[in-house]
């Protein structure tokens, strides 16, 4: 599983200690990792759809990212976030 978990004074739609919210949910946490790569990836994600979205504005998936991009700016600086990859115990994936 992937997500961002939040701390600080990140946005309460991010969970905080995430492999508490899962092991409660009844599944139990293996590892928990924080990715910090990936901030840059989605960052470089939402670059290129503002780009697409200015070139092909009709497009709804692409416009929906570029969007979603103005909105992470917004919060990007203050909030803090962790890329998280929880993997359950026995996972054979």
């Not at 309460?12 to 409660?24: D, H, Q, T, W």
């Not at 998936?61 to 990007?76: F, K, M, P, S, T």
Request: a positive charge.
């Amino acid at each position: 599983m992937t997500t961002w978990e939040g701390f600080g004074d990140a946005p309460a739609r991010f969970p905080r200690n995430l492999p508490e919210v899962i092991e409660r949910a009844g599944l139990r946490v293996d590892s928990c990792t924080e990715q910090p790569a990936w901030w840059q990836r989605q960052l470089r994600i939402y670059q290129h759809a503002a780009q697409l979205a200015a070139e092909a504005p009709g497009d709804p998936a692409i416009c929906e990212l570029a969007d979603e991009r103005r909105r992470w700016r917004a919060w990007h600086r203050g909030p803090q976030l962790r890329g998280i990859l929880a993997e359950p115990a026995n996972w054979k994936g």
